[in-house]
């Protein structure tokens, strides 16, 4: 047996009435197959009364100065509404396009950023080449320039980690940026 709710009992007495049978505690608590009354009958008792709320309000009549003045005032609850609804749509379109305008210049500015990382490391690479090609002048130097050859390619190594790791933080800012812009994106379409 289904754990009685109010609910159930009330689509109980409802398909009873469907049916043409008077929805008594007896006939419920049959349809449900089990039941206490002292459960049913506070549920049947309610669902009468607004069954007898229901009937009365039907009959009334309501005056036609009285539909007149809720059809003009549902009107303009409507136009109030909808004014308002194109309000805060125009408020939130217009915040969102000050922040795509915001993305846009922070993905100019890590374009600029990775640009001039891209030109620093070409210029250390050519320092570096340079000096690769000085070590190699001179066979007599050979020895002691080796040890700042080492050096130089350590430092190498640790200025190419830097900036790998900062292009890579700032291809990570600037993917980052281009999902925020594509969410924008995908908004503004879905709200057109």
């Given at each position: 047996m289904k754990t009685l709710t109010d609910n159930l009992i009330i689509e109980t007495c409802e398909k009873l009435q469907s049916e043409g049978v008077n929805p008594t505690q007896n006939a419920v608590r049959e349809a449900l197959g089990g039941g206490s009354f002292a459960t049913i009958a506070p549920v049947i008792k309610k669902w009468r009364e607004q069954q007898t709320e229901n009937a009365e309000l039907t009959t009334v009549a309501i005056p036609e100065s009285v539909q007149t003045a809720l059809s003009q005032f549902g009107g303009n609850l409507w136009?109030?509404?909808?004014?308002?609804?194109?309000?805060?749509?125009t408020s939130e379109r217009d915040a969102m396009a000050v922040a795509r305008d915001e993305l846009d210049k922070e993905r100019s500015d890590y374009t600029d950023a990775i640009a001039i990382l891209e030109k620093e490391s070409a210029q250390k690479d050519i320092e570096i080449s340079e000096i690769a090609s000085k070590l190699a002048l001179s066979d007599t130097e050979n020895a002691t320039l080796n040890s700042d050859k080492i050096m130089l390619i350590a430092e190498k190594s640790k200025v190419e980690a830097v900036m790998n790791e900062r292009l890579n933080g700032l291809q990570n800012r600037l993917d980052d940026a281009i999902k925020i812009i594509d969410k924008f994106d995908i908004k503004n379409r879905d709200s057109d």
């Open positions: 136009k109030s509404a909808m004014s308002e609804a194109e309000s805060r749509m």
